[in-house]
């Protein structure tokens, strides 16, 4: 059996930090956590300090490696989309459509199934629409946003039975609580986003069977001192929730209230485009021109499409910028989203796959493993 021990830095398990300490893999799997003295033979991976981590995990990845997840997606293009994403330090995603016709949902959702077992990374898929709001679209096309239906449900629920994991965002305005609940029996995972929703409505929802909520603070209606809205409920209620950790899309001061109300069920999210894992500048969104400039994306009036994002740079941000104890944030990107979609990932624990991200003491990507052996790596300082 192949044995492989990385030496050198601290070890996060997706839970706390080993200090001193060996990890051994065999067989492209996690064998145990010693003390480095106790060591066995085995092939080194001398590591230069830093962290040594789970494979990141990602709920919200639109596309990556210069292609969209979209109607015309196939096995091979959700292949791309995480190969993409494992160069910059995630091994586990959900590859993500935006608002689209129900002919490219069926086709999006055949090419999941199609994928399944059969993609490295691939943890399911996630719906961003098309049951949304219209009065909060954001960059997602409006002629595309309509009200959920019994048909929509049934083929949902049927495409369930082949996914690993499936996330549904929606909104209040476009599904109601019936519908809502039988989604969540299914075992869809549904998640409130783009809505102009009160909070009684996503209270509702809630009790229906709605555990999570879309890009915090996004596309939704906000605090206010009479009505707390979504984002109220999102802080409130026990919803978890996805936040883009970029600064752009939410100020750092905002950030920091969030994890002081909701820290623990809190999740970071990249929001990725095709751009992520290449050099391009801009690409086309539902015949939309985007453009990459600044460290965001933008359709041609300013409304951000996206971000410009990876999941080391968005831990970074938490812990130098808002000050987040270093297991908080990485959390935040391992255990937690794993542990709601309940994939056997986003930790490090005997029997699951070696699936590692290297860390530097500064927080900068060095290295990915999935399975055990090594990835590309992409600094996020590119």
């Given at each position: 059996m192949?044995?492989?021990i990385f030496t050198g830095a601290r070890i996060f398990d997706g839970t706390r930090f080993h200090d001193g300490a060996?990890?051994?893999?065999?067989?492209g799997r996690i064998a145990r956590i010693l003390p480095e003295a106790e060591a066995p033979e085995g092939q080194r991976v001398a590591l230069s300090g830093g962290t040594l981590a789970p494979g990141l995990i990602d709920l919200q990845v639109n596309g990556g490696g210069g292609v969209m997840l979209d109607g015309a997606a196939t096995v091979e293009t959700i292949a791309t989309i995480c190969d993409a994403h494992a160069r910059l330090g995630t091994t586990g995603l959900l590859p993500t459509l935006i608002t689209d016709t129900a002919a490219a949902t069926r086709s999006v959702l055949a090419?999941?199934?199609?994928?399944?077992?059969r993609v490295p990374g691939f943890l399911g898929l996630h719906l961003e629409g098309p049951h949304l709001d219209?009065?909060?679209?954001?960059?997602?096309?409006?002629?595309?946003?309509?009200?959920?239906?019994?048909?929509?449900?049934?083929?949902?629920?049927?495409?369930?039975?082949?996914?690993?994991?499936l996330v549904?965002?929606?909104?209040?305005?476009?599904?109601?609580?019936?519908?809502?609940?039988?989604?969540?029996a299914a075992g869809i995972l549904v998640s409130l986003g783009h809505a102009e929703a009160s909070f009684a409505e996503a209270q509702a929802?809630?009790?229906?069977?709605?555990?999570?909520?879309?890009?915090?603070?996004?596309?939704?209606?906000?605090?206010?001192s009479r009505e707390p809205g979504l984002v109220g409920a999102a802080l409130s209620l026990p919803f978890a929730a996805g936040l883009i950790a970029d600064g752009i899309h939410v100020c750092p001061e905002t950030l920091s209230l969030a994890l002081r109300l909701a820290g623990e069920r809190l999740f970071l999210v990249t929001d990725a485009m095709a751009v992520a894992g290449t050099e391009a500048r801009e690409f086309t969104l539902a015949g939309r021109r985007i453009l990459r400039r600044e460290g965001a994306l933008r359709l041609e009036n300013g409304t951000l499409a996206g971000a410009d994002l990876t999941l080391p740079e968005a831990i970074r941000l938490c812990i130098t910028r808002l000050g987040l104890a270093p297991e908080a944030?990485?959390?935040?990107?391992?255990?937690?989203?794993?542990?709601?979609?309940?994939?056997?990932?986003g930790r490090i624990a005997p029997g699951?796959?070696?699936?590692?991200?290297?860390?530097?003491a500064d927080w900068h990507l060095a290295g990915t493993w999935r399975g055990g052996v090594a990835v590309q790596a992409k600094s996020s300082t590119e």
């Open positions: 192949d044995r492989v060996a990890l051994v893999v065999e067989g090419a999941g199934i199609a994928a399944a077992a219209p009065k909060r679209p954001g960059c997602h096309p409006p002629q595309c946003i309509r009200p959920l239906t019994q048909d929509d449900i049934d083929i949902l629920t049927e495409a369930k039975t082949g996914l690993p994991a549904v965002t929606l909104a209040p305005a476009s599904a109601t609580p019936d519908q809502i609940a039988q989604l969540a929802a809630h009790a229906a069977g709605a555990r999570m909520v879309t890009h915090l603070f996004n596309a939704m209606s906000q605090l206010g944030a990485l959390t935040m990107a391992t255990a937690r989203p794993a542990g709601l979609i309940g994939a056997p990932a699951l796959a070696a699936d590692l991200v290297h860390l530097t």
